[in-house]
């Protein structure tokens, strides 16, 4: 019942975290742009231009939990970024 509980508390969070994501990618005209570096089995890697650094970030989906990581600085410390927002 705990279990559950928090496994549903989770699930808030990271519906929340995407739909942040998905705003920060709107909000910087980022949607749309990640490119797909490599298609893995258990994840996929997206290169998403960096506006403030040049260059691109790698976001990183992995499968498994359905978890996005990325390459930034705020994506490092696992705040939503616009970033994981594109892919
Ligand atoms: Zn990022």
Not at 12 to 36: N, P
Not at 50 to 74: K, N, Q
């Amino acid at each position: 019942m705990a279990a559950m509980t928090r496994s549903q508390a989770q699930m808030r969070t990271r519906e929340k975290w995407e739909a942040r994501a998905l705003e920060l990618a709107e909000a910087r005209h980022l949607a749309g742009t990640a490119r797909l570096l490599e298609q893995g089995f258990l994840r996929g890697l997206y290169g998403v231009p960096s506006r403030t650094a040049g260059g691109e970030y790698v976001v990183i989906e992995e499968r498994l939990h359905g978890r996005v990581t990325c390459s930034c600085p705020a994506g490092m410390r696992h705040f939503p970024c616009s970033h994981a927002g594109a892919h």
